[in-house]
């Protein structure tokens, strides 16, 4: 098993910025991918960006230019550098990976954190 702890969010205004971090912790399983997703209020959740093995990124179109995606892999954390927020940024984000447990890849998700973009 695999369990991922996200922090850094909270409440920031408009132009502001957070960086998210997410922590995966377990025993015997090697970190694939390491992600991010966000689910704003009243809508589905959405893929903001991923990282892989080799520091390769892949994002959201939408995302591009002020969302950036970082992985300490001695620490299995990923995080999330958000600047220039706004108040549509406001949403509940989610840290997901694809790890290697017992010989099958699995995906686990975050409890996810608060992100609230207001002034």
């Known amino acids: 098993q695999v369990q991922l702890v996200e922090s850094g969010g909270g409440l920031v205004q408009p132009g502001g910025s957070l960086r998210l971090s997410c922590a995966a912790s377990?025993?015997?399983?090697?970190?694939?991918?390491m992600g991010w997703y966000r689910q704003p209020p009243g809508k589905q959740r959405e893929f903001i960006a991923r990282?892989?093995?080799?520091?390769?990124?892949n994002y959201a179109d939408s995302m591009k230019g002020r969302f950036t995606i970082s992985r300490d892999n001695t620490k299995n954390t990923v995080y999330l550098q958000m600047n220039s927020l706004k108040p549509e940024d406001t949403a509940v984000y989610y840290c997901?990976?694809?790890?290697?447990?017992?010989?099958?890849?699995?995906?686990?998700w975050g409890r996810g954190t608060q992100v609230t973009v207001s002034s």
């Open positions: 997901h990976t694809e790890a290697l447990v017992s010989g099958t890849v699995r995906s686990y």
């Open positions: 377990g025993s015997s399983f090697s970190i694939n991918t």
């Open positions: 990282i892989m093995r080799g520091s390769i990124t």
